[in-house]
């Protein structure tokens, strides 16, 4: 699996000294201390941290679940600092798909009606039927959440985050609540739905080993960007050992 050229390309998010400060006085956390960041359409991205380092705001800011206190943020030509909250809500709802550690799924609807909450509202999705095919879950739709394993479940997650087709992917632990066997087809699952569709997609663990299936690893730490590393040769997710 070749990495991802960014030649002649423009990135799809830039972040200028991005800042966020929680609380106030001697109490005050400042989760992250100023990261410059640039995310390439069609990336495969793994942000690699201990717990703390500031993986997890950062998402949420890329996603619009969360502000910067200060610093600067674009996705494609928008900047995100200047847009109120309708705007946000229509950014997350038209252009992000968020994956959990933990699926968030509804127990009383099944996995079909589960992903058709998102289908429902998107402009441009799949069908539910569509999206659960998409993760090889098309003999499970009526399933109802308690039927699952941990690892459909995640999957029919995946399946509702990406069935309105949105551009970027965000995933926080999603193999955290799992076993590795598990673990490891859930992410061949994120990565060829993410390959299909195009989609930036950015993978949130401090698994280690995770990064080896990365087009590009970012590693955070105390609230920075400490290090960026490039992949010249993906590994497959089948072929992780952890």
């Known amino acids: 699996m070749q990495p991802l050229s960014q030649s002649n390309t423009n990135p799809i998010f830039e972040a200028r000294g991005l800042t966020k400060a929680y609380g106030a006085g001697e109490a005050q956390v400042r989760a992250l201390r100023g990261v410059d960041l640039d995310l390439y359409a069609g990336e495969f991205i793994v942000l690699l941290g201990p717990s703390g380092s500031g993986k997890s705001t950062l998402l949420n800011i890329l996603g619009g679940l969360d502000t910067p206190t200060s610093g600067t943020l674009r996705y494609a030509s928008q900047d995100l600092n200047l847009e109120d909250d309708a705007s946000m809500t229509q950014y997350r709802r038209a252009h992000v798909g968020f994956v ?4 968030n799924l509804i127990p009383s609807l099944t996995a079909r009606e589960n992903v058709a909450l998102v289908t429902e509202i998107a402009k441009n999705p799949m069908t539910p039927e569509e999206a659960l095919t998409l993760v ?6 009526d399933h109802f959440p308690s039927q699952m394993s941990g690892g459909e479940q995640q999957r029919v997650a995946i399946a509702r985050a990406v069935a309105k087709r949105p551009q970027v992917l965000l995933c926080d632990e999603p193999t955290g609540a799992l076993d590795a066997q598990t673990g490891v087809l859930v992410l061949e699952v994120i990565d060829r739905v993410s390959r299909e569709l195009g989609t930036t997609t950015v993978v949130i663990t401090h698994n280690a080993v995770i990064a080896a299936m990365a087009d590009r690893v970012i ?3 105390d609230g920075l960007v400490s290090r960026i590393e490039r992949n010249t040769q993906r590994q497959p997710a089948r072929e992780l050992q952890w």
């Not at 959990?100 to 699926?103: A, G, K, M, P």
């Not at 090889?136 to 739709?141: D, F, S």
């Open 136 to 141: 090889g879950l098309a003999q499970r739709m």
């Open 219 to 221: 590693y955070v730490n």
């Open 100 to 103: 959990f550690q933990f699926y």
